[in-house]
Structure formats: structure tokens, C-alpha cells
């Protein structure tokens, strides 16, 4: 599809969208505001508003559905994001230090669950469309490892969100406060190493290839942080900032995150203070 015809459709559904909106009564759309803020990013908002009650909790309850081979004690729930089947390893040495044996670990021979992020999204979607991902397992490995600290910084914040911000002494050679204080420095040094470089620039781009005339810088910093902490893929980083979805415009995101998460990698710091090559 030539950027010219994306863009074309884009209008297209964008204008029906509207019109649909407009011919809704007040009551009419503050209903469908509630039943959008429960759609599904699979779903499309006009296939969403068309479904029947019946249909819609169906959805949820297919997206929420936990994959077989985990067992059948893990309830589904349509709060939660989809999810994905984890194998879980154990390392056991055998007699020397480097004589180990790697055995499948899981109750009852069963394999774990966890929430689906966006970089499972994106690999999903580079094996559908057989090409690959593009993105290394350290850029993913650092992303995730950035929202990690993110979130429990920001729920360190909350009154008695820990037990162990209650509790005194132990033995871990350290307290809640230290660690939060930790996790503040980490989260600030990988900011800085983001930088204030912006991945995509209204004036380096012509407006044909923008795809409208709302389109607004997207900086290195919002690009990560829509992606790692708001679990949003490229493309609903694009049209959040008036941009078309072309695939020119998501190759040129997909590198500046790229490039981003190299540059917050922990493991490449570490290399580099030592002089090592990472």
C-alpha cells in the first residue's frame, strides 16, 4: 500500500468515525464512552460499539483467557491483559562448578503465567508477518527492566503499599528508604541517558508523508515511556501525536527506540565504564 492510498483510508475511517459520533444523542454518547473505555485494543471502536453486551463480555473473557498448558487454578480475569505461557528453568550443579544440569521447573509439571506486555505484541505480530522483530532481547530485557523500576518507585510512594516499609530491622543489610532511594538514581541516570533528542520532527518530514497537519514532535523520552510504562505499540505512539501510520514513519520510531534503550542498558554502562566492548 503506497503512503498516498494509507493515508487516504486513514481519512476515510476517520470520517466515518465522526460521522457515526455525530449522530449520536448525548445520552447515546456518554454511553458509548463507557463502553469504549472496557474495548480491547483488538477490537475496533466501531466493531466495539456495534457488539451487544453478550458479545463484548465474550471478548473480554477471550482476551483474558489463561493459555492451557498453565493449569486450570489461575482464573481469568478481564481486568487483566491478556496472557502468556512462561517456561520456567532450574539450574542444578551436578559436581563441579561447571557441571550443571538444566531441568524444567513448574508445579506439577505445569508452566507459569504472565501479563502480556508490548514487546510480546510486537514479537507476535514479526512472526504473523515473518519478518523479525528487529528489536535485540537486551533493548527488551532493559525496557522492561526500566517499567519495573518505574512502578515500584511510584508504589513506594503510597502510604503502607509495602511490608516491608512497616517493618523493622531484618537482615537484608539495607531498609525500604535505601532502596527507594536507589531506585530513584537508576530511574534518573537511565533518563539521562535518553536524552533530549526527539525521534520524529514535524519540519524533517514533508506533510504528505505525515499523514495530517495535527502531527507534533515525539520526543526520545515520550517515545519510551509510551512504550515501556503506558504499554503502547508504535502505531498508537503515531496517531497519539497527529501522526500517519505509514511503515516509514514506524521504521524511524522503532530505530530511535532502539537506539534508546542502548543507550539506558545497564549491562552496555557497565561495559563502558570498564572499557569493555558490549
Known sequence: MTVAKGFDLRVRQQERVRKAWDDLTHAQRHSAREALALRPESVTPLKWLGMTSADRIAALHQVSAVPEDCGPDIASAPARARMRA?????????????????????????????????FDRMAIAAVRARKPMLLTDLQVATGRHYRALVERYEAG??????IEARTGGGGGGGCAADRRLEDARMIGSMRADIG???????????????GGVGASIILDRTLVDWVCLLDKDLSAVLEAHGWGVFQGSRDRLRMALCGALDRMSVYRRCMSRKGLDA
Open 86 to 118: 512462561v517456561t520456567l528453568s532450574e539450574v542444578d550443579r551436578v559436581s563441579g562448578p561447571e557441571d550443571v544440569e538444566i531441568t524444567v521447573g513448574g508445579f506439577a509439571g505445569r508452566r507459569a503465567a504472565c501479563v502480556e506486555d508490548v
Open 157 to 162: 510512594g503510597v502510604k503502607l503499599s509495602s
Open 196 to 210: 533530549a533528542g526527539a525521534a520524529m520532527v514535524v519540519r524533517r518530514v514533508r506533510p504528505s508523508a505525515r
